[in-house]
């Protein structure tokens, strides 16, 4: 396979990003040299086939810097330094406190692209590395007012190198946004499963599903998303201000719901979130889609759901998506398949006609 | 089949849960009589099955009141009357209250046994109703002091009955557990999207799964919700309030990062939301499993994901999870298999020799 990049690229940090990028331009042919402020995690990335070890000559045409965000203005103005011939760019998850350390840094900013591609794990470190990572997912580049052109092509071949989607956004626009539709849902999730802590343990077996997903990216790192948190701290305290005045009327509502205009304010919280909630894009970046659902009940052991699949296939129909949800009382499972309206009714009549337990 | 239901089934209420139930007990040769303040819900409803319509001479052995919170134990109170030789129980999702006003109506509470099936979808209405809808879920059954053994074992019938597992819990211990795991993220999700609503386009595109999970329950109805919450305003103003604490506490700390404890009480409320992640119960009602995950990548095409999991049936893998993503820049898709680790290195081997491209 021939890829995008032209040169020899510079990957510095070995954690979960570093170690990804560096196996999707290494899968390609490129020559990726990667290293780490720790010799063991550079070992390990080397040694997953992430790259080779960096030589004194090494000429980089692109370093992608990723480290942590606290570091990362500092690492970055170095690699420009080290490197005057390359572009570089960072992958942090915050934009704007970056660029000015690099401005206060005098930095070259000619050569300086921010980047952040919306893609991660709960589980960091090179051990969960994929070359994958990116497949699908859109990067974000924040150019800077002295970027040149080059460059930031650069930084857009390299995302498309590793399969992501490039979306242009300055580094303020970038950090609102971020903190809107990541940093808060964050917070949220934490604070939420916070309350299940000193819960009784008879309480907390009765959750289900939805407090599962309310809360399921609580299980992130501590340590990087306080140094996220604390980077883009302007945008963040912003929206939980909003998000604790709207807390306080539900309070003060629940407190007394008697008073006149209480249930309003419950019914018109909920409307809102209503609303939200479907501001959120679909798969494919577009308006979300409602696919229809049919539901198949079949025996939980193996082999059953590849039989099912294997006739959906026959049938001619792509799945969208596809839940299995498992009986703690019984030896059957339940598969939902998603798919697209117009296609459910044959669907759903070429299933029943085959045998299959439709619910 | 034989139904572990002996006599007749009323339903009052031909919403989701109510023709839920009717289904799943008529396709069991139940006799059902199904019935709704809304003559065309009733007529609905019957169309589809869950039952046939009431008749004067009707001596039911067992009522299922499935209406709406506010009117629960109104409707409660008329059932033990109409029929003094029946059980009758409710499905609403809060119970003290509801008792509180059968006791303040002198309502016969020997015969009377609440109860909170822990099952349920965004969309209502007798349109979703599902003869699978209690399968493998908790149906929680809630005594009160008064109430007879024979009733008690009457409504537990039912549950199994209709595929669910039940477990004991007294009104006010119910009403404190669902506050914390089912109305407290209700609340969170609906407000969290609610900071959606004015947000830029552009911001909103950058969304992700992240939030897609965290706020996916705020599409529920907001009607519904209205009376849940107000009818459970005690234990949830207590979570509320807590959360709200949490919360100043930590736009105290992003306020002035620099402060001493600031970064601190950061890392103190992302620990606690780990810590309390990890407290959900797994599959089977189990502690929660880490299952191991492959991730192989196919043509985005019919028949491809069958013949994958043909190959793992072949192999004699069950498969716990299974999760499918799309790339929106290339044809191909990407699918996450969740095996018990102890299986996965001989799945991977397999799979790889037999040509899937694991990532």
Known sequence: MTSRIAGSVRVVGAGLLGTSIGLALTKQGV???ITDASPASSALAIDYGAGRAPHPQDEPTIVVVCVPPDITAQIVSAELAAFPKAVVTDVASVKSSILESLISANADLTRYVGSHPMAGRERGGAISGRADLFIGRTWVI????????AAVVAVENLA???????????????????ALVSHLPQIVASLTAGQLVDADAADVLLAGQGIRDTIRIAASDPALWVQI?????GDVVQLLKSLSRDLDSVIAALENVQAPGALATLSKALDRGNQGASRLPGKHGAQATDYSTLTV????????????????GEVGVNLEEIKLE????????LVELFVVP????????ELSKRGWRLV
């Open 31 to 33: 020559d990726v040299a």
């Open 160 to 178: 498309h190198a590793v399969g992501a989607a490039t979306a242009t956004v300055p580094a303020v626009e970038h950090d609102r946004a971020v």
């Open 142 to 149: 924040s150019p800077n007012p002295d970027s040149t052109d």
């Open 342 to 349: 117009s296609i459910e009714p044959h669907l759903s009549a």
């Open 297 to 312: 009940m079949i025996d939980d052991k193996p082999g059953e759901l590849a039989r099912l699949l294997t006739e959906v």
């Open 326 to 333: 498992h009986s703690p009382s019984s030896a059957i499972g």
């Open 229 to 233: 948190l604390s980077a883009n701290a």
